[in-house]
């Protein structure tokens, strides 16, 4: 069945890096788009960035020049390298698998939390 | 950007009961491209509607969405214990853009 897991989150300070990575099984990673979604503590889901198989990707403005998505899929491995991090940046982060013929996020990691604070 | 509303904000009802929750569009969307999850605490979100109407695999028949345009409703008709959750709808632009709405929670009354 399809997996996805996360890791990579910690507390880190303001302006600090953190690098989180989604490994993937179950599922023809190499032909998925992926994309990650956060989750600020008591808040709703909000879209972060995705990637398509050939690597285009595409940014939500809150990240634009910060997030960086990447993937290897020889390893079946997403990628979200986070720089210049601050506050509001706290939360879930959850990666997914996109389906285009349903618009929809078929499976979800369980979430790594990212807690910025000095 | 297409923005989604979803109302209300909070639904409190009975097991048994029939709940009705709504998300509205800024703009037109796709049919095609609206979904529902549920989220449950500490949980990951769920996918259980795509395509406005057709439910994932391994939905109980008892989730139904419709609606088009605009206006999309999902429906629980009859709530058991395990229903009672947060809701999302989302939605694919051609941008592209994805955009969830706020969220709706189901609670026990």
């Known amino acids: 069945q399809v997996q996805l897991v996360e890791s990579g989150g910690g507390v880190v300070q303001p302006g600090g890096s953190l690098r989180l990575s989604c490994a993937a099984s179950?599922?023809?990673?190499?032909?998925?788009?992926m994309h990650w979604v956060r989750q600020a503590p008591g808040k709703g889901l909000e879209w972060v960035a995705f990637?398509?198989?050939?690597?285009?990707?595409k940014y939500a403005d809150s990240v634009k020049g910060r997030f960086t998505i990447s993937r290897d899929n020889s390893k079946n491995t997403l990628y979200l390298q986070m720089n210049s991090l601050r506050a509001e940046d706290t939360a879930v982060y959850y990666c997914?698998?996109?389906?285009?013929?349903?618009?929809?996020?078929?499976?979800w990691g369980q979430g790594t939390l990212v807690t910025v604070s000095s | 950007e297409i923005v989604l509303t979803q109302s209300p904000g909070t639904l409190s009802l009975s097991p048994g009961e029939r709940a009705t929750l709504s998300c509205r569009a800024s703009?037109?969307?796709?049919?095609?491209?609206l979904a529902w999850y549920q989220q449950k605490p500490g949980q990951a979100p769920r996918l259980l509607i795509y395509?406005?109407?057709s439910r994932a695999t391994g939905i109980p028949d008892r989730f139904s969405g419709s609606g088009s345009g605009t206006d999309f409703t999902l429906t629980i008709s009859r709530l058991e214990p395990e229903d009672f959750a947060v809701y999302y709808c989302?939605?694919?632009?051609?941008?592209?853009?994805?955009?969830f709405g706020q969220g709706t929670k189901v609670e026990i009354k």
């Open positions: 997914a698998n996109f389906r285009y013929v349903s618009g929809s996020f078929d499976s």
């Open positions: 395509g406005a109407s």
């Open positions: 989302q939605q694919f632009g051609s941008s592209p853009e994805w955009t």
């Open positions: 990637i398509r198989n050939d690597g285009g990707n």
């Open positions: 179950g599922f023809a990673f190499s032909y998925y788009a």
């Open positions: 703009q037109s969307v796709s049919s095609s491209y």
